[in-house]
């Protein structure tokens, strides 16, 4: 199964709406960059509801050894610079990104990507959710974007419809 490297808001997101097993539960190994690690860690000390990442043994923290020039580096922040980077140094893994910005970076520079609804799918797909649509009326709840033409293909996706 190829790594998936995973963002900062996936992590949040998803731990948000206690559904961060679902990472290790699609059989796939999951990794953080440095700078996601850092994100967290720093969002924990401020309050913010994130997992604490020393109780997560199957997560695996990595450092960026190369960092190629990104087109759109002025609208990406630090995690989601070390997603793409590292998803570049590590052929056959799969950046996990949500930000429209760091996505649109990952397309142009050929990286393989999903984001928190495309694993939201799979879950579904492979039995490990039962449904997709209580979940994105959750992440909305909490201040994930999802625009109504993306909820509707996510949902048509999931064999789903409101």
Same mark, same amino acid.
């Given at each position: 199964?190829? $790594? @998936?490297?995973?963002? #900062? #808001? *996936? *992590?949040?997101? @998803?731990?948000? *709406?206690? @559904? @961060?097993?679902l990472l290790p539960a699609l059989g796939s190994p999951i990794v953080l960059p440095e700078a996601v690690v850092a994100e967290l860690e720093q969002g924990r000390v401020r309050g913010i509801d994130l997992p604490d990442l020393s109780a997560l043994s199957w997560l695996t923290t990595r450092s960026v050894r190369v960092r190629p020039p990104l087109t759109r580096a002025a $609208?990406? %922040?630090? %995690?989601?610079? $070390?997603v793409l980077w590292l998803t570049l140094e590590r052929p056959g893994s799969i950046a996990v990104l949500d930000d429209a910005a760091a996505r649109q970076q990952a397309i142009e520079s050929g990286v393989p990507l999903t984001g928190i609804l495309g694993l939201l799918v799979d879950a579904k797909r492979r039995g490990l959710l039962p449904a997709v649509s209580p979940v994105l009326d959750e992440l909305q709840r909490r201040g994930f974007y999802l625009s109504a033409r993306t909820q509707t293909l996510v949902l048509g996706h999931s064999g789903e419809t409101r």
């Open positions: 199964m190829p $790594e @998936l490297i995973c963002d #900062t #808001t *996936v *992590v949040q997101y @998803l731990h948000q *709406v206690h @559904l @961060l097993n $609208e990406l %922040g630090s %995690g989601e610079s $070390e």
